[in-house]
Nanobody
Framework: QVQVAESGGGLAQTGGSLTLSCAAS????????VGWYRQTSGQQRDLVAA???????NNTDSVKGRVTISIDNSKNTVKLQMNSLNTEYTTVYYC??????????WGQGTQVTVSS
């Protein structure tokens, strides 16, 4: 069982920055792949960026140059730094941890609100 906890959301101003953190814990906690997702319409969640335990990253076209994803394997933590924020970034961000292929766990989400 892996537990996932996000933190770091909150209120930011347009043009500002926020860093979200995703921590995996539990008996089987390890990181094969971690993805950060943003809630879009309804219950849909779109991938923002992903990183493997080895540090290989993938950023979606919509955020390239604006987000940096990083991993600290010693702490089972993945951070998502978001820069040059605008109001379009306002939504709930979720972390998905894949400890081993075939299993995954979601966090509860963290709200990001960007004011104009």
């Amino acid at each position: 069982q892996v537990q996932v906890a996000e933190s770091g959301g909150g209120l930011a101003q347009t043009g500002g920055s926020l860093t979200l953190s995703c921590a995996a814990s539990g008996r089987d906690a390890e990181i094969y792949v971690v993805g950060w997702y943003r809630q879009t319409s309804g219950q849909q969640r779109d991938l923002v960026a992903a990183i493997t335990g080895g540090g290989d990253t993938n950023n979606t076209d919509s955020v390239k140059g604006r987000v940096t994803i990083s991993i600290d394997n010693s702490k089972n933590t993945v951070k998502l730094q978001m820069n040059s924020l605008n109001t379009e970034y306002t939504t709930v961000y979720y972390c998905n941890v894949i400890p081993v292929p075939g299993t995954d766990a979601w966090g509860q989400g963290t709200q990001v609100t960007v004011s104009s």
